[in-house]
């Protein structure tokens, strides 16, 4: 399975405050809002958790807690938003 790339850019905005605290979101929480309230993605609760992961396996995303399944952006994941990480630099699964 190939991991579209796309997500992590709509996952990182705004995920940072003034303070550079970096917000945590259940994945439940980002498919509500990227599918019902922006409609901005079309895919199930459950595309949206396992392309987390997926992001989480190449540091775009940090798993913060694994029993509960929180995840925020590294400094990776924004490196890549900014241009500054090119995506054949990223170790994914195909």
């Given at each position: 399975?190939?991991?579209?790339?796309r997500?992590?850019?709509?996952?990182?905005?705004?995920?940072?405050?003034?303070?550079?605290?970096?917000?945590?979101?259940?994945?439940?929480?980002?498919?509500?809002?990227?599918?019902?309230?922006?409609?901005?993605?079309?895919?199930?609760?459950?595309?949206?958790?396992?392309?987390?992961?997926?992001?989480?396996?190449a540091a775009?995303?940090?798993?913060?807690?694994?029993?509960?399944?929180?995840?925020?952006?590294?400094?990776?994941?924004?490196?890549?938003?900014?241009?500054e990480?090119?995506?054949?630099?990223?170790?994914?699964?195909?």
């Open positions: 399975m190939r991991c579209r790339l997500t992590v850019g709509i996952f990182g905005r705004r995920l940072e405050t003034d303070t550079g605290h970096r917000i945590s979101l259940h994945p439940t929480v980002v498919w509500y809002n990227l599918v019902e309230e922006l409609e901005v993605l079309d895919r199930s609760q459950n595309t949206v958790s396992r392309r987390m992961n997926m992001l989480s396996d775009l995303l940090e798993k913060i807690d694994e029993k509960r399944g929180y995840y925020r952006i590294t400094d990776r994941g924004f490196a890549y938003l900014e241009g990480l090119d995506v054949s630099e990223l170790e994914m699964d195909q």
